[in-house]
């Protein structure tokens, strides 16, 4: 097993806002899931926010799956890099680690195993979503821990931070919109990716 890499006192801030990104990101996917904007331009397929967000959603999961349960590797931040004294749940583990399993063969890695094995069910997309809160509320507490004995928000950290707190609420507050029980797309909620990527002010600047 290789050694747990340490983090200075000017690595941990960076460090925190780096994590602190990645479960923003996580709690998006989440909301843009419950979206049912749909594509133009993708004959006979509705595809739209919510596949982009289930993708999104699997990544950041299993980065923070890593980052608070796997053993590490070389370079690998992990939770014990921090040096703060946080004991990770252990209830969820499980069902976290068959998830991983999957999004392995799946999303992380092009393996054959697709050619033998169905794809994601709705039961799976249901639990990744489960293990997507639990993960964020077991890193809600590892960064409240983090700031009680002392590491500063630095940076891109503070906004992050409240928005991360804000969205975090919502998603507590709010319940997640049931695949194939929610109405269909209307036909206004069609987004044109090809429109938009050329009128966006973004598009434009460059």
Same mark, same amino acid.
């Given at each position: !097993?290789?050694?747990?890499?340490?983090?200075?006192?000017?690595?941990?801030?960076?460090?925190?806002?780096?994590?602190?990104?990645? !479960?923003? !990101? %996580?709690?998006?996917?989440?909301?843009?899931?419950?979206?049912? @904007?749909?594509?133009?331009?993708?004959?006979? +397929?509705?595809?739209?926010?919510?596949?982009? $967000?289930?993708?999104? #959603? &699997?990544?950041?999961?299993?980065?923070?799956?890593?980052?608070?349960?796997?053993?590490?590797?070389?370079?690998?931040?992990? *939770?014990?890099?921090?040096? *703060?004294?946080?004991?990770?749940?252990?209830?969820?583990?499980?069902?976290?680690?068959? #998830?991983?399993? &999957?999004?392995?063969?799946?999303?992380?890695?092009?393996?054959?195993?697709?050619?033998?094995?169905?794809? @994601?069910?709705?039961?799976?997309?249901?639990?990744?979503?489960?293990?997507? !809160?639990? +993960?964020?509320?077991?890193?809600?507490?590892? *960064?409240?821990?983090?700031?009680? /004995?002392?590491?500063?928000?630095?940076?891109?950290?503070?906004?992050?931070?409240?928005?991360?707190?804000?969205?975090?609420?919502? %998603?507590?507050?709010? $319940?997640? *919109?049931?695949?194939?029980?929610?109405?269909?797309?209307?036909?206004?909620?069609?987004?044109?990716? /090809?429109?938009?990527?050329?009128?966006?002010?973004?598009?434009?600047?460059?």
């Amino acid at each position: !097993m290789q050694r747990v890499r340490k983090l200075s006192a000017t690595e941990g801030p960076k460090a925190l806002e780096s994590l602190l990104y990645e !479960m923003l !990101m %996580l709690e998006s996917a989440l909301l843009l899931r419950d979206t049912r @904007y749909c594509f133009k331009k993708y004959d006979g +397929l509705r595809w739209g926010v919510p596949q982009i $967000a289930h993708d999104v #959603l &699997r990544l950041k999961s299993r980065l923070l799956f890593d980052f608070f349960y796997s053993p590490p590797r070389r370079r690998d931040i992990v *939770v014990a890099s921090f040096g *703060v004294a946080f004991n990770v749940d252990e209830g969820s583990r499980e069902e976290l680690s068959h #998830l991983k399993a &999957r999004m392995n063969k799946w999303t992380i890695h092009f393996a054959d195993v697709r050619l033998r094995e169905p794809e @994601y069910s709705t039961e799976d997309r249901q639990a990744m979503e489960r293990c997507a !809160m639990q +993960l964020l509320h077991i890193g809600a507490q590892f *960064v409240a821990k983090c700031l009680e /004995v002392g590491t500063k928000l630095e940076g891109w950290a503070v906004a992050y931070h409240d928005a991360f707190t804000n969205l975090h609420q919502h %998603l507590l507050n709010t $319940a997640r *919109v049931k695949e194939r029980q929610s109405p269909s797309a209307p036909n206004d909620h069609f987004i044109d990716l /090809v429109d938009l990527a050329v009128t966006s002010p973004c598009a434009a600047d460059q």
